[in-house]
């Protein structure tokens, strides 16, 4: 049971909230941004408001005083908020400052401690770990979910050793759930914990605690080790460590997979092919989407683990593209030249076993 009593949501206002805007604030600054629909949707829930009339800034950096704000104003969506009953104490806030009351909140809920004793740092950027630990404090403090297990879940980031020893728990919970994901690198991913969140980068993390707070993930499973063995048992395991040829090969499919999604994405082309043609490359795009999340959660995307995991849908899309019609296979055949140059797409439909398409 959730600790949502005195202000619980109803489940018909929950699935208001949760549902995309009709009509949110337009801002001239997010249109085609990554970030655009996290935006568009914590605005219309209040949780941000626009740095200029018709501006946003989504690129950034979100500092601490920024932060605590836009929690406290997402612990009042969720009717969970109780005013401060005394100042934040510390000597670099001021009554007067927007972020006083939130500090104050923060400070006596548990979610910050300040960067001393006497300071809060309400201009020093949040970083990545530091925003961890301020959601992992306020799932604890209004949820009564149990988060052992989340906790407890390591990560397989290749910079694991820079996280603070302070946020280790928390970034492997906000991990686990689903809350934050790595930073694609070459050979892995990375946490990159002291890294400035973006103004962005915070609307997707908050529409994303959100739906937490309304109901908790399945644990997820613990991420395969290269060459699709889960790990686990005694002795070093042949192989389990790539080469670095094969480290250079996952980075580079990493590469083409973001270019053929992001393409996929912006098509204008698709909507005008048959439905039977947008059907076929929906399977082979919904691999590669779920690729790339798996590789965010530490996941190595070697040619084994790729070829096994998405056994059965290459075998169905293999099986839709050999009933297309000869238009309907000129029609693919456009839609896959508009996804990425052909050196990217070979690559890709090889490391898939699907060079037909290609």
């Not at 104050?104 to 925003?131: C, Y």
């Not at 605690?209 to 309304?214: G, M, P």
Request: proline share 4%; glycine share 8%; with cysteine.
């Amino acid at each position: 049971m959730k600790r949502f009593t005195c202000g619980l949501l109803t489940a018909a206002l929950t699935a208001g909230l949760l549902a995309m805007p009709a009509a949110a604030k337009d801002f001239s600054d997010i249109q085609g941004h990554w970030g655009q629909s996290a935006i568009q949707q914590v605005t219309d829930w209040g949780l941000f408001s626009g740095t200029g009339e018709d501006t946003f800034s989504p690129d950034v950096t979100m500092t601490r005083g920024m932060f605590v704000t836009v929690m406290a104003q997402t612990a009042r969506m969720l009717q969970v908020y109780q005013e401060p009953t005394q100042d934040a104490g510390f000597e670099d806030v001021a009554d007067a400052d927007y972020y006083a009351v939130a500090a104050a909140w923060a400070k006596e809920n548990g979610l910050v401690a300040g960067v001393d004793a006497t300071h809060f740092g309400p201009n020093t950027p949040i970083s990545r770990e530091q925003m961890c630990v301020i959601m992992g404090q306020f799932l604890k403090k209004f949820t009564d979910y149990d988060l052992t297990a989340y906790q407890e879940r390591e990560n397989t980031f290749l910079d694991k050793a820079k996280i603070a020893d302070y946020a280790k728990e928390s970034v492997n919970l906000c991990v686990s759930l689903g809350l934050v994901s790595g930073v694609s690198v070459s050979g892995g991913v990375e946490f990159q914990p002291q890294m400035p969140a973006t103004r962005a980068a915070v609307a997707v993390v908050l529409g994303h605690l959100v739906a937490v707070t309304e109901e908790l993930p399945e644990l997820p499973a613990e991420p395969e080790q290269p060459g699709g063995g889960a790990g686990g048992g005694t002795g070093e395991v042949p192989g389990d460590e790539p080469t670095e040829e094969e480290k250079a090969d996952e980075a580079k499919v990493a590469e083409y997979l973001e270019i053929m999604l992001d393409s996929y994405r912006n098509s204008a082309y698709l909507p005008t092919t048959d439905q039977v043609v947008q059907d076929t490359m929906k399977i082979l795009m919904d691999c590669i989407e779920d690729a790339l999340v798996q590789r965010d959660k530490g996941q190595f995307l070697d040619r084994a683990y790729i070829q096994d995991r998405y056994a059965s849908e290459i075998d169905e899309l293999q099986e839709a593209y050999d009933s297309l019609t000869k238009d309907q296979l000129n029609q693919i055949n456009n839609v896959v030249v508009r996804l990425a140059e052909s050196e990217q797409i070979y690559f890709v439909m090889e490391y898939f076993g699907v060079e037909s398409l290609a």
